[in-house]
């Protein structure tokens, strides 16, 4: 079935540092959607993209859909503490509604 | 306005046993998605909910079956029990039954089967 890569699989980083994830699929999506989950919780929606090449910005949170629409990126600026959580990718698969990445792991160091 | 809830937040049950979850979709959304996510991983599409029918399925077994009422509310529902069964399961909501919509997600039910 279809899966998603992210990468990297998990990140520690010193706070006020700059944070850069990404996604890839084997298959073309148009449609990308990032999520940021925290322990016991459901997915919070961070950012949906529509069209390659497409860049968006949500607060200090920066999400690009790849020319090739088989990538994805996401960027945080300036981490703090808050940005702790696992960051999911998502793209729209034939049959599959919402196909998601195994998560990108961000631990913030004070 | 309220976002997508579900009920329970947790539950034990043993196997065999059967188990009914509920979900309420963000207000003025009508397709209801389900997911199953385990301990590690990113979620595993269920099934999806819309107009009171079945529109899509992933890879799950027939145990697994669900509901979508009127109200666009929905239950999930798993028979014979297993302990892999063991996860969080995800309901989210959207509008029109589309695969491009956006998903919002509710905050889960913790499902243990001892």
């Known amino acids: 079935g279809q899966q998603l890569n992210q990468s990297p699989q998990s990140m520690f980083i010193q706070e006020g540092e700059d944070v850069s994830m990404n996604c890839t699929s084997s298959s073309i999506f148009n449609t990308w959607l990032w999520y940021k989950q925290d322990p016991g919780e459901g997915p919070v929606l961070l950012i949906a993209l529509y069209k390659a090449g497409e860049l968006t910005s949500n607060g200090r949170l920066t999400a690009q859909f790849g020319i090739t629409r088989k990538d994805s990126f996401l960027n945080i600026s300036a981490s703090i503490p808050s940005d702790v959580g696992i960051y999911f990718c998502?793209?729209?698969?034939?049959?599959?509604?919402?196909?998601f990445g195994p998560g990108t792991r961000l631990s913030v160091l004070p | 306005d309220a976002g997508v809830t579900q009920s329970p937040t947790h539950l034990i049950k043993t196997r065999g046993q059967q188990v009914t979850l509920r979900c309420s979709p963000k207000s003025g959304h009508d397709t209801v998605s389900w997911y199953q996510q385990a301990l590690g991983q990113g979620p595993q599409f269920i099934f999806q909910?819309?107009?009171?029918?079945?529109?899509q399925r992933g890879n799950f077994p027939d145990r697994f079956s669900g509901h979508q009422f009127p109200n666009y509310s929905s239950e999930l529902n798993v028979n014979a029990l297993l302990l892999g069964d063991s996860a969080l399961y995800l309901c989210a909501s959207s509008r029109g039954g589309g695969t491009n919509e956006k998903l919002f997600f509710g905050s889960g039910t913790q499902l243990s089967v001892l």
């Open positions: 998502a793209g729209p698969f034939y049959g599959q509604n919402f196909v």
């Open positions: 909910y819309y107009e009171e029918e079945e529109r």
